[in-house]
């Protein structure tokens, strides 16, 4: 059974930092492509930032660079990414995504998500 399971939400004031992690579990992690994806009040979901299976390259959107940084470990099926010097902006459900296309198949898993409050 495929889980990616996501913590480390949660409130925190502007210009504060918070770490989330992903555990995964049930596929083959090592070989997915990660990515982070967040969600606010009334907007579309947006890719926030993504590593590659190996962790040899990264992506951020512009508005997370030299913020957030993403990381994984393979050894222990995780995906992290740390968030510093947030903004009321930055409050949005923060969701963890496993992206595996090559060889004829597109895998594509989802978690449940982690609400990031900004706020003083």
């Known amino acids: 059974q495929v889980q990616l399971v996501e913590s480390g939400g949660g409130l925190v004031q502007p210009g504060g930092s918070l770490k989330l992690s992903c555990a995964a579990s049930?596929?083959?992690?090592?070989?997915?492509?990660m990515n982070w994806y967040r969600q606010a009040p009334g907007k579309e979901r947006e890719l926030v930032a993504a590593?590659?299976?190996?962790?040899?390259?990264?992506n951020y959107a512009d508005s997370m660079k030299g913020r957030f940084t993403i990381s994984r470990d393979n050894a222990k099926n995780t995906v992290y990414l740390q968030m510093n010097s947030l903004k009321p902006e930055d409050t949005a459900v923060y969701y963890c995504?496993?992206?595996?296309?090559?060889?004829?198949?597109?895998?594509?898993?989802w978690g449940q998500g982690t609400q990031v409050t900004v706020s003083s």
């Open positions: 049930g596929f083959t992690f090592s070989i997915y492509t």
């Open positions: 995504n496993a992206v595996f296309d090559g060889l004829g198949y597109r895998y594509d898993y």
């Open positions: 590593i590659t299976s190996a962790g040899g390259s990264t």
